[in-house]
């Protein structure tokens, strides 16, 4: 299914080019979120930039003759993916807009560690005790960020973790969602869980809508434009060059994240928060290194 990529050396450095493009898209789109709601409440927020997203990948689905309305979007691992879609993105919205982007970035790179502990929990998927060991380093690195036990333990640091876990079961319910629905379907109906996430926070916020100005309008439709283009451009990413070469530079995210907290919004990073930081790349790239060989199950 696979024979018309492209793998080799030229292809991989073009595919490692959109990924970092993709993530440097998703990092602007969190950095202008977090603008917007500075402004407007962050109910207000979801819901206009879900229908933003979702307006688009319906265009593009349309454009190519896919069926927004197949039935296979009432499968049962199409509403898994809903509701994690909807749990990831309330809750990471809430810690971009009340928590500092970088330390939500940076919580938000464990998302692959725990994917894979997912995959071997539910889809049986191998995973030795190496990589059972190098999850659990970058998940101490999490620990290590949000500082639990600290004098500067916040429980809004949470929120990310909450986020992170949401955006983790999405990705194991993507896996196993049928393959009758093309990414724009499943772009589509990610953006219309985004409006559902901003009804029910409206519902526990209470907050009226704010009459959006320019400078709002601005950073929405930036947010709305950086996503899909993100999106299209982690699509592609995944479309060249092999995967093990391409996926390493989802972590360029982390750089992109940090660098917009500091620049943007005066962020600091501490001792804890670089250590944590490593620990949990270190462990993600370690992981995905020992993908490629032969896995070493517990006996």
């Known amino acids: 299914m696979t024979s018309h990529i492209r793998t080799d050396a030229r292809a991989n450095l073009i595919g490692g080019a959109w990924m970092i493009a993709a993530m440097a898209g998703f990092a602007l789109e969190d950095a202008l979120l977090k603008s917007a709601a500075k402004v407007l409440p962050i109910w207000q927020v979801l819901v206009l930039f879900g229908l933003g997203g979702a307006l688009i990948f319906a265009g593009v689905a349309l454009i190519q003759g896919r069926r927004l309305l197949h039935p296979d979007v009432l499968s049962k691992p199409m509403k898994i993916r809903v509701l994690f879609e909807v749990f990831g993105r309330l809750f990471y919205v809430l810690a971009i807009a009340l928590t500092p982007l970088s330390s939500a970035t940076v919580i938000l790179q464990a998302t692959p560690l725990v994917v894979v502990a997912g995959a071997a929990l539910f889809f049986g998927e191998t995973v030795g005790w190496r990589r059972w060991s190098a999850i659990l380093v970058g998940l101490i690195g999490v620990v290590i960020i949000i500082q639990p036990t600290g004098d500067s333990f916040s429980a809004l640091s949470i929120l990310a973790v909450l986020g992170m876990l949401g955006f983790a079961g999405r990705d194991l319910a993507s896996r196993a969602a049928p393959a009758t ?87 600091h ?11 949990i790349v270190a462990s993600g790239l370690y992981i995905l290194w020992r993908g490629r060989q032969r896995p070493q199950p517990f006996s």
């Open 269 to 279: 990073l501490d001792q804890t928060m670089r250590l944590g930081s490593a620990l």
């Open 181 to 267: 629905l093309g990414t724009t379907v499943l772009g589509f109906y990610g953006f219309l869980s985004i409006v559902v996430a901003g009804g029910l926070y409206r519902a526990f916020e209470g907050a009226a809508a704010v009459p959006v100005d320019a400078r709002a309008a601005l950073h929405l439709t930036g947010a709305v434009v950086m996503g899909a283009v993100a999106y299209s451009s982690l699509m592609l990413a995944m479309r060249t060059g092999e995967v093990s070469a391409v996926t390493p530079f989802r972590y360029t995210r982390l750089l992109f994240g940090i660098g917009l907290g500091v620049l943007i919004f005066d962020e």
